[in-house]
C-alpha cells in the first residue's frame, strides 16, 4: 500500500533561519506530489505540486520542493522563513495508476517560526 | 477565486444519530472528494465521486457511508448511524481533472460524536 512519511512532527525556527522538510513515499509507480499548507484555523490550501517535467518545482510565498526518484523523496525547502509561514504542512501523493486521485498524506509537520 | 465551501463549520451529534455534511464544489470542477482527520492523525481518503458515482473509496467509507449529489451543485456525506470513533474533521475537496488536476479543499466540518 501507498504511504508517505513526513519525518518532523514539529519544527522550531528563529525568522530568517533556512527551512527544510522531509517527505518521502512508498510506491514504485508514477506519482503526483503536492506540499499542502494549513495556516491556523483555515482550510489546506495548495503550496506547491509536481507532475512531471523539472524535478525542482517553485511554489507561492518563496517555497520550493525538489522530487528526487531514485530516493522516492519530495522534501519543501525555504531559504528564509518568515513569521507568517507558521503553519502545518501536508506532503500528499497520488498513484497515476489504478487511482482516481485520491490523495495519500503524511502525518503532517508543525511549523512554529519564532519572531 | 472561487472556493470550495462546507457547511457546518462544527457538528455535535449523539451516537446512532445520522448527520449529513454539505459540501458545495467549485462550479467547473467534475472530481469530488471527502477526506477525514480524526485529532493528531493523518488525513485520510474516504471517498472519491465522479460522473454521479462513486469512483474510489478506502475501506473507512464502510455502509454507514453514503455520498450524494443531489442536484448541480452540493455533495453530501451522510454518516448513517455515528459512532464515537466518527469524530474527525471531515474535508470535502474537489478537482476538474482527476489525477491530472490538483484538489482544493473546503475548510471542513468538525464533526463531534457525543
Known amino acids: 500500500a501507498q504511504s508517505v512519511s513526513q519525518h518532523n512532527h514539529h519544527v522550531i525556527l528563529s525568522e530568517a533561519a533556512s527551512l527544510e522538510l522531509g517527505c518521502n513515499y512508498s510506491?514504485?509507480?508514477?506519482?503526483?506530489l503536492f506540499w499542502y499548507v494549513q495556516y491556523p484555523g483555515q482550510h489546506l490550501q495548495l503550496l506547491l505540486k509536481y507532475f512531471s517535467g523539472d524535478p525542482l518545482v517553485k511554489g507561492i510565498k518563496g517555497f520550493e520542493a525538489e522530487f528526487i526518484k531514485s530516493k522516492f523523496s519530495f522534501n519543501l525547502r525555504k531559504p528564509s522563513v518568515q513569521w507568517s509561514d507558521t503553519a502545518e504542512y501536508f506532503c500528499a501523493v497520488n498513484a497515476l495508476q489504478g487511482s482516481q486521485g485520491n490523495l495519500i498524506f503524511g502525518k503532517g509537520t508543525k511549523l512554529s517560526v519564532k519572531p | 477565486e472561487p472556493e470550495v465551501t462546507q457547511t457546518p463549520s462544527h457538528q455535535v451529534t449523539q451516537m446512532g444519530q445520522e448527520v449529513i455534511l454539505r459540501c458545495v464544489p467549485i462550479s467547473n470542477h467534475l472530481y469530488f472528494y471527502w477526506y477525514r482527520q480524526i485529532l493528531g492523525q493523518k488525513v485520510e481518503f474516504l471517498v472519491s465521486f465522479y460522473n454521479n458515482e462513486i469512483s474510489e473509496k478506502s475501506e473507512i467509507f464502510d455502509d454507514q457511508f453514503s455520498v450524494e449529489r443531489p442536484d448541480g451543485s452540493n455533495f453530501t456525506l451522510k454518516i448513517r448511524s455515528t459512532k464515537l470513533e466518527d469524530s474527525a474533521m471531515y474535508f470535502c475537496?474537489?478537482?476538474?481533472?482527476?489525477?491530472?488536476?490538483?484538489?482544493?479543499f473546503g475548510p471542513g466540518t468538525r464533526l463531534t460524536v457525543l
Open positions: 510506491y514504485g509507480g508514477t506519482v503526483n
Open positions: 475537496a474537489s478537482g476538474a481533472g482527476g489525477t491530472r488536476d490538483t484538489q482544493y
